[in-house]
């Protein structure tokens, strides 16, 4: 009998067969997609975006006519951001470029989560779980970049590094967390019939 016929779901099949930090990331996510711990929390939040009277709003936010979630495409502006600070941190002079940059992510960030949590209302229990990581682990990238910026503006650069470090690294999870919502679930493919 090979390991297909064996009874053993496609899920726990992949986590067996990949890597060592992989199979424990898989493991982990797994988890988390079957603990309902924070269910009624999830239920009470979406519950709550769904009833938003957003009207057409809600298709624009969702990416409908692009026949694609638009919330990938909007986090680029932070993570590019803060990733181009972190560059700037290390050129000569490049400090202020660096404030700049922090700055523009975070006014980048209201309407990459505005997206984010309206496709995130209508995600199954299993995926709104990993999404609610994936914005808990953002909020945390949020503040550390939030720190950074206000250590650049009382001129202390090397704390401003290091808050800009710690926030690329919980934007790293944050990513991995969405990715894994968006493409290994496969969520937020829209149907050509529309």
Known sequence: ??????????????????????????AGLARVERSGAA????????????????????????GRSLGHPVHPVLVQVPIGCWLSAA??????????AATTLTAVGLAGVAP????????????????????LVHA?????????????LTARLRHHPARARLWSLGGLAAVGVSGALGGHVAYRRAVGAWPTTW
């Open 1 to 26: 009998m090979n390991e297909y016929d064996s009874g053993v779901s496609t899920e726990e099949r992949t986590v067996r067969t990949s890597g060592g930090v992989s199979a424990r990331w898989l």
């Open 39 to 62: 269910d009624p929390v999830i239920r009470t939040l979406q519950r709550g975006i769904r009833s938003l009277p957003l009207g057409g709003a809600r298709d624009l936010l969702r």
């Open 87 to 96: 560059v700037m941190d290390v050129m000569p002079a490049g400090q202020r």
């Open 112 to 131: 990459a989560a505005v997206t984010g949590w309206v496709d995130w209302a209508d995600l199954p229990p299993e995926q709104a779980r990993v999404g």
């Open 136 to 148: 808990v682990t953002n909020v945390a990238a949020v503040a550390f970049h939030a720190a950074s």
